[in-house]
């Protein structure tokens, strides 16, 4: 069976963001997530269209 969610540390890591970041960006509900119980969960489709929504200025690397 397919993973239907990720941890918060497995969704940073997949968007190459530190946990911490991905945090704020919740916070400020930029970033999809879910909480289940009392943990914080990201769900794969959200995380695939949160990517696929970027614009491509929010791919430029920035110095």
């Known amino acids: 069976m397919e993973r239907l969610m990720f941890t918060v540390p497995e969704a940073a890591h997949k ?10 960006l919740m916070l400020r509900g930029e970033f999809p997530s879910v909480t289940v119980g009392r943990s914080r969960r990201v769900p ?8 696929a929504g970027l614009s491509s200025d929010e791919w430029v690397a920035h110095d």
Do not use: P, T
């Open 44 to 51: 794969v489709a959200a995380l695939e269209a949160w990517v």
């Open 15 to 24: 968007v190459g963001l530190s946990r911490s970041k991905l945090y704020q």
